[in-house]
């Protein structure tokens, strides 16, 4: 019977040495599992905990989970920190030593392509929100036509400034979706010009605050150590610019590249 198993984060350079990494899942050390220019990054676990039945009802356990999942991140953003790493997802598991080399020699071409693409690329990621109710009181400054409209109304009589309002509440509610996709494509786009690759996925409002908005723009950066600052500095610009009509910007990294790894990015 099996009784240890090898819990695999991720794939280095074999030129990578593991005597400075931290602790790994469950306190374990992190080693290597070498072969040819790639090695594993691998801790010894226990087969009878990480047996499938037993994960799958242990996942249920957000404390369990999270202890882990800050175990596994820790491990690869060491990697990351020292070099280029391929990110495995959690859970990922081996018999033992023997399968992990076997694993290495089978999808070598596979990582050699994977390594030469992200290079020493850095994962950056950029959430950004709009506030819809400061958004419309700056939407004159984004519509030459509404800001027209409303100078009018200012010295319209009456009757004519009802009619105007009511033209501009309604090119308001058209101008404020325009804007808000407008401006989430050109921050994108800027900061693509700086980056290696991008992801963009759907841009969702789960667990942000409540007060920072509607989340229209949820995109991945790899971005070069050379270009970092240049980056950062496309991304102040942008703060700049649309901060002050509603837009809010969150921002993280460094991080491993989690998703340049799997499916194509744009």
């Known amino acids: 019977m099996i009784e240890r198993l090898c819990y695999v984060y991720g794939v280095v350079r074999s030129s990578l040495d593991p005597s400075t990494a931290p602790e790994g899942i469950d306190g374990g050390t992190v080693s290597v599992i070498p072969s040819d220019d790639f090695a594993a990054l691998a801790t010894s676990v226990s087969s009878d905990d990480y047996a499938p039945d037993n994960v799958e009802r242990l996942t249920a356990d957000v404390d369990w989970v999270s202890q882990r999942a800050m175990a596994h991140d ?48 850095r994962e950056f990621i950029v959430r950004v929100y709009v506030q819809p109710g400061i958004l419309r009181d700056h939407l004159g400054s984004h ?59 759907q841009p969702v409002n789960s667990g942000a605050p409540r007060e920072q908005g509607r989340a229209i723009l949820n995109a991945s950066f790899l971005v070069a150590s050379r270009r970092v600052v240049e980056f950062q500095t496309a991304l102040t610009g942008m703060v700049n610019k649309y901060e002050p009509s509603g837009f809010k910007f969150d921002f993280t990294g460094p991080w491993p590249p989690y998703h340049f790894v799997g499916e194509k990015s744009e």
Not at 86 to 97: C, E, N, Y
Not at 171 to 179: F, M, P, S, T, W
């Open 74 to 121: 820790r491990v690869l953003t060491w990697a990351s920190d020292n070099g280029a790493v391929v990110p495995f997802p959690m859970w990922t598991l081996f018999r033992d030593a023997k399968a992990v080399k076997a694993m290495l020699v089978k999808r070598k071409k596979e990582l050699q392509s994977t390594f030469a693409r992200i290079a020493e690329g």
């Open 143 to 201: 519509s030459t036509e509404l800001k027209s409209l409303e100078a009018e109304a200012a010295k319209a009589s009456p009757g004519q400034k009802y009619l105007l309002e009511r033209k501009i509440d309604n090119l308001r509610r058209d101008a404020g979706r325009d804007v808000t996709a407008k401006v989430a494509g050109e921050i994108h786009d800027s900061l693509r010009a700086t980056s290696m690759e991008t992801v963009r996925e």
